[in-house]
Structures are given as structure tokens and as C-alpha cells.
């Protein structure tokens, strides 16, 4: 399974990271993300542009880092 670390990634550049990931992959495929702040914005901005196309899953929240799998749906 592919690891993105948004982490190292300046923030205006990871929206574009994560898309590109997603849209990567086919439909029961997934990814797997992590990040030092909470990656609700993430979320949202990716929802917005890609309405119901991925699930989202915590596998770790906080405080010092997130990991989030990510599986097209």
C-alpha cells in the first residue's frame, strides 16, 4: 500500500498530493497518509472537489501526528 507523508510537503502543496494520489487509484483501492496537523481541512477540500469518492479512515489522530487510509470508492 502506497505512504504519502504530507508532513514534508509545504502546506499549499498538499491538497495537490493528495488528489493526485487519490486519483490514482481504482474504485476498492486505498493509500495511506500521514501528517502533523489534523487533516480535517484536507478532508473537506477533497470532498468538495471529489464529492463522495473516497472513504476516509483514522488510524491514528493526533497529537503529533495523523496517519488517515484513503480507499476509492
Given at each position: 500500500?502506497?505512504?504519502?507523508?504530507?508532513?514534508?510537503?509545504?502546506?499549499?502543496?498538499?491538497?495537490?498530493?493528495?488528489?493526485?494520489?487519490?486519483?490514482?487509484?481504482?474504485?476498492?483501492?486505498?493509500?495511506?497518509?500521514?501528517?502533523t496537523s489534523d487533516p480535517?481541512?484536507?478532508?473537506?477540500?477533497?470532498?468538495?472537489?471529489?464529492?463522495?469518492?473516497?472513504?476516509?479512515h483514522y488510524l491514528h489522530?493526533?497529537?503529533?501526528?495523523?496517519?488517515?487510509?484513503?480507499?476509492?470508492?
Amino acid at each position: 500500500m502506497h505512504h504519502l507523508d504530507l508532513s514534508d510537503l509545504p502546506l499549499a502543496r498538499r491538497p495537490l498530493a493528495l488528489a493526485a494520489s487519490l486519483d490514482a487509484l481504482r474504485p476498492g483501492e486505498a493509500f495511506e497518509f500521514s501528517t502533523t496537523s489534523d487533516p480535517a481541512p484536507l478532508y473537506y477540500r477533497c470532498d468538495r472537489a471529489r464529492p463522495g469518492l473516497a472513504s476516509w479512515h483514522y488510524l491514528h489522530c493526533g497529537p503529533d501526528r495523523w496517519v488517515v487510509r484513503v480507499t476509492r470508492r
